[in-house]
């Protein structure tokens, strides 16, 4: 049994540092001692799910031990991770949509014994719910599998994929979950077509890594909206060739829109991708799209919002992709080499490092928009 420090939410807002008892690697698992884990607003949304949680789903670090049978790394190997774990036969994995695998690899409960001050708490045998792990009274286990907000973290080999040595922990981290959904959405899910036009709204982690993607892509025109003049300036850096200061009071982005319009010969851009995380601006995209466009939900909204069917005037396409419709094996070798390449300038986007201690000032300056992306580092 390994311990590890680790930020634990209680289900209902908040979270504390614990330690937590993580057992051997069983068949099939891999113990990897966490040097960087990136700051999501889905952790912050873990918060709220309703059982306590090791939190953290963007990691990179050292192998420290392999359970039985694990063939993809060994003790000392450094590795970054991804959170949507395949099982690689599903009905989905059989079609290559290794992104909504429906059998994600999971470690057991059991694995994970929580002391809370004075007891210890075993957790009760679960069934994994949403594929984030298990659910019901008594569970308790890692955010996605994977609980990176920790010093250590005890995970299937199928979400380990080797990370170079010239290739920092904290790029790992974040190319693990921001840079594959916005540059996944962008070349595997929207396809962007050379020489188009594409529109990014939101320009924080997510946003600047669709603008990547669409780069790739060798789109003409990446126009960058934010609310944020800092952010647009940031935008520049990552392929935005033009930039909107957006109104905050502009609902629905349709001032916004409207200049897309103008911007674009009076038709509307080819592609447009929300990347803000905010619910209101779930329909904004295809306001920005001509008729035949692709509108793009990159940030994973799941509220109800309130859409004029108008919007989708007329052809329009609205596509929803989790996780920028990640296949691990593809894309992680080729974004790394990118990056190698100098052509994915991610050191840009960590704006900001905290202790695992800070988790409190990480997740307030992911609310006040000051960071592109911020990362723990844990170990
Ligand atoms: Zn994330
Ligand atoms: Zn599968």
Redesign the pocket.
């Known amino acids: 049994m390994t311990e590890t420090r680790a930020a634990v939410a209680d289900g209902h807002g908040t979270y504390a540092i614990e330690s937590v008892g993580l057992a051997d690697p069983g068949p099939g698992e891999v113990l990897v001692a966490l040097r960087a884990s990136g700051v999501c607003h889905t952790d912050w949304d873990s918060l709220h799910w309703g059982r306590p949680l090791i939190l953290g789903h963007e990691g990179a670090g050292d192998v420290i031990q392999v359970g039985e049978g694990v063939m993809l790394c060994k003790a000392g190997d450094r590795v970054m991770l991804n959170w949507a774990i395949?099982?690689?036969?599903?009905f989905?994995?059989a079609r290559g949509k290794?992104n909504i695998?429906?059998?994600?690899g999971t470690v057991p409960d059991s694995s994970f014994v929580r002391r809370a001050p004075g007891k210890e708490i075993a957790s009760a045998g679960a069934m994994p719910a949403r594929n984030t792990g298990g659910t019901g009274p008594g569970a308790f286990n890692a955010s996605f599998s994977l609980g990176t907000m920790a010093t250590h973290a005890l995970v299937p080999q199928a979400a380990v994929l080797p990370l170079p040595d010239r290739v920092p922990y904290e790029i790992g981290a974040i190319l693990g979950c921001a840079v594959m959904t916005g540059f996944g959405s962008a070349v595997n899910a929207a396809h962007v077509r050379e020489g188009s036009t594409v529109v990014v709204l939101g320009c924080g982690g997510v946003g600047l890594s669709t603008m990547l993607g669409a780069r790739y892509c060798e789109a003409d025109r990446i126009l960058a909206i934010d609310i944020n003049p800092d952010r647009l300036a940031l935008a520049r850096q990552f392929g935005a060739t033009e930039t909107l200061l957006a109104d905050r009071n502009d609902r629905g982005l349709l001032q916004a829109a409207a200049q897309v319009r103008a911007q674009t010969g009076g038709r509307g851009a080819d592609y447009a991708f929300e990347c803000t995380a905010v619910p209101e601006l779930g329909a904004a995209p295809l306001a920005m799209v001509r008729s035949a466009g692709t509108a793009v939900g990159v940030s994973g909204i799941e509220k109800v919002v309130l859409v004029d069917m108008e919007l989708f005037e007329w052809d329009k396409l609205y596509i929803n992709p989790l996780y920028g419709a990640c296949r691990p094996q593809r894309d992680f070798p080729l974004m790394l080499d990118l990056y190698l390449d100098g052509r994915l300038p991610l050191d840009a986007m960590v704006t900001r490092r905290y202790p695992l201690e800070a988790l409190d000032r990480a997740f307030a300056d992911m609310h006040s928009g000051i960071n592109a992306k911020g990362v723990l580092l844990p170990g």
């Not at 395949?86 to 599903?90: A, Q, T, V, W, Y």
């Not at 695998?101 to 994600?104: A, I, M, S, V, Y």
């Open positions: 395949p099982c690689g036969i599903c989905q994995c290794e695998c429906e059998d994600r």
